[in-house]
């Protein structure tokens, strides 16, 4: 680019801003234009009252956001305390139901070997009163052949 080129673009650029500049005076005139005639100045002080009523509107509700959020905090503590306490709660209550447990199984094991044991002891008091019956019926079957022998 030669420097005749260059020199060509920068005046375009300052028309191109004092275009701009152009418009926006435009636009701005084009704003006000209603308003003229009434003074601006108050204009402005009735503005920025009705921006620091809103801006107090919203302070207030900020901080009523703020107190409601600490409340919710407060509240979730207690909850996530409540269900910590629940939990240790239940945790003793099924360690203690595991040790019930163990010891009615402990006590089922010892009834169910003594029952065993009772039963291997009446079968066994039941084969030897067998045994005595069939030793009572051999002996008095010898007693009764002997008798005949001597008889004889």
Same mark, same amino acid.
């Given at each position: 680019m030669d420097k005749q080129e260059e020199t060509n673009l920068i005046p375009e650029e300052s028309q191109q801003n004092k275009g701009i500049v152009q418009s926006a005076k435009e636009f701005m005139n084009g704003v006000l234009s209603p308003l003229k005639g009434k003074d601006v100045?108050?204009?402005?002080?009735?503005?920025?009252?009705?921006?620091?009523?809103?801006?107090?509107?919203?302070?207030?509700?900020?901080?009523? +956001?703020?107190?409601?959020?600490?409340?919710?905090?407060?509240?979730?503590?207690?909850?996530?305390?409540?269900?910590?306490d629940g939990l240790h709660d239940a945790d003793v209550t099924m360690g203690e139901m595991k040790k019930e447990i163990s010891a009615l199984k402990a006590r089922l094991d010892k009834a169910?070997?003594?029952?065993?044991?009772?039963?291997?002891?009446?079968?066994?008091?039941?084969?030897?009163?067998?045994?005595?019956? +069939?030793?009572?019926?051999?002996?008095?079957?010898w007693i009764t052949v002997t008798l005949i022998h001597l008889i004889k």
């Open positions: 100045n108050q204009m402005v002080e009735d503005f920025t009252a009705e921006m620091t009523l809103v801006a107090e509107g919203m302070s207030e509700d900020q901080e009523k +956001l703020f107190q409601e959020s600490e409340r919710l905090s407060a509240q979730q503590t207690e909850l996530e305390q409540r269900i910590i169910e070997k003594q029952s065993a044991d009772k039963k291997d002891k009446k079968g066994v008091t039941a084969a030897l009163r067998q045994a005595t019956w +069939l030793v009572g019926i051999a002996v008095l079957g």
